[in-house]
């Protein structure tokens, strides 16, 4: 694709959205479902086939020098694939919201009042790595009503046009406008650029991928940006606490993937516990290979451990998101530091509490202040599809539009509906 043709190129995807976005704010439910039952299907029939398209790009990225767990990000197995497909028949039985009127109220006019739940319009989703999110985006902007512009990253271009004409597709089948999810077709940066620059076409940027993407896109978009900058959570022990459950809770939220941003980042100790927990959350950790970097008090509770890898932690370390076998490790005075701690170095994307205080867990749930606050659960809950959204197109730590995972409800708009018989205004 010659670079000059890059604004054409887009303009065409921008006319193209908005008029499918016309047809899919008005499509009826059943279609909508339909198309999402039938990508489903299309995904369980095209498992070996799109596992041929996306080993094109693992054989690219390892021969490109990237890590493993970078590469991980990209695999399409057909686990990853089935779940794709469960999102897709999870979104389908829900009910359809667009059109739904909230709080309709007579006011001392005569008229009635409400708020009608209506499409954003066309969004423009930037994202790097995973493919599958290609999937979640696509069937996310069905179920709302919308038409999106989807921009993968060039590391696993083959997997996404492949999903992508599935996509299509199913679109197809279902008889709504096939342009209601386009690809962008070139690997070209300066797709990018002009994406998040067409307010004419493009009613909101999401991002999803590294820092260093979203900061760039946050600062040169011209449309409103949805966004999340990193994932630096945290799983704090409290005193009192069920250790058994938080030593299991602790493993889960750190080792069972370290690649997603809702992997735990940094472990918060309150010091009650600290003789108990630590030893036995570390032993599990040396085992793992997971390298600890701690305050002094932590150091000395885990520098025993055999196998244990264990570093002092520099104030950058309360601040990192690993995406490794990496951690930070600190013991606390109890809930007040532990929640001060979170408030300065989090990210504000997913924060956990293990404890048998009531008092503690409503407090945390107060006052920390992430976009999802968990108490005794692992922070790997943290994704649209745990939360029965069916799918997520991406987790936001902003305050507005949309906080957290951001399913349907934030994908849409609401709009004042006024309902009259014939008032007129004194």
């Known amino acids: 694709m010659n670079a000059m043709n890059v604004p054409e190129l887009m303009q065409t995807l921008g006319v193209q959205a908005r008029r499918a976005a016309f047809e899919m704010a008005r499509a009826p439910a059943a279609r909508k479902r339909d198309a999402l039952l039938a990508l489903a299907r299309l995904l369980r029939a095209n498992v070996d086939a799109l596992q041929v398209d996306n080993a094109k790009d693992l054989e690219r990225a ?20 089935e779940t794709c497909a469960e999102g897709c028949e999870q979104l389908a039985a ?12 007579q006011q001392p006019s005569g008229i009635r009042v409400g708020q009608m739940r209506v499409p954003i319009g066309v969004f423009g989703m930037i994202y790097e790595s995973r493919p599958n999110v290609t999937i979640e ?14 921009r993968g990253g060039s590391e696993a271009i083959d997997s996404n046009r492949a999903l992508a004409k599935l996509v299509q597709q199913a679109l197809a089948e279902a008889g709504l406008p096939v ?7 070139t690997t070209d940066r300066a797709a990018v650029g002009q994406l998040i620059t067409m307010p004419a076409y493009v009613d909101v940027i999401i991002p999803r991928g590294g820092k260093g993407l979203i900061e760039r896109i946050s600062a040169e978009a011209k449309v409103p940006v949805i966004k999340h900058l990193d994932g630096n959570c945290h799983t704090y022990v409290d005193d009192p606490c069920d250790i058994a459950m938080a030593v299991k809770v602790a493993d ?6 370290y690649s997603p941003c809702n992997a735990s980042e940094g472990l918060l100790v309150a010091r009650g516990v600290a003789a108990d927990f630590l030893p036995r959350i570390g032993a599990i950790y040396a085992q793992k290979g997971v390298e600890m970097r701690c305050c002094p008090e932590a150091k000395a509770l885990l520098v025993a451990v055999p196998g244990a890898q264990v570093k002092d932690a520099t104030e950058q370390d309360w601040f990192e998101e690993y995406l490794a ?21 989090s990210s504000h994307h997913t924060d956990a509490i ?73």
Do not use: W
Request: neutral net charge; hydrophobic residues 40%; aromatic residues 4%.
């Open 354 to 426: 293990l404890t048998t205080d009531h008092v503690h867990a409503q407090r945390f749930l107060r006052e920390v202040d992430s976009a999802s606050v968990m108490v005794n659960a692992s922070t790997r809950f943290a994704d649209g599809f745990e939360y029965g959204l069916g799918a997520e197109i991406g987790i936001s730590t902003d305050k507005f539009h949309a906080r957290g995972p951001v399913g349907i409800e934030g994908l849409t708009s609401l709009k004042y509906v006024v309902l009259g018989e014939g008032e007129v205004r004194g």
């Open 62 to 81: 390892r021969a490109n020098g990237l890590s493993e767990p970078m590469v991980d990000r990209l695999k399409l197995t057909p686990k990853v694939l």
């Open 179 to 185: 342009d209601a999810v386009q690809l962008v077709p």
């Open 252 to 257: 889960n939220a750190k080792t069972n993937k």
């Open 137 to 150: 985006a696509a069937s996310l902007s069905i179920k709302s009503g919308n038409a999106c512009i989807l």
């Open 325 to 345: 076998p990496i951690i930070s490790i600190k013991v606390v005075s109890g809930v007040d530091e532990a929640i001060a701690h979170i408030n300065r170095y």
């Open 94 to 105: 829900m009910a359809d919201i667009i059109g739904e009127i909230i709080g309709m109220k």
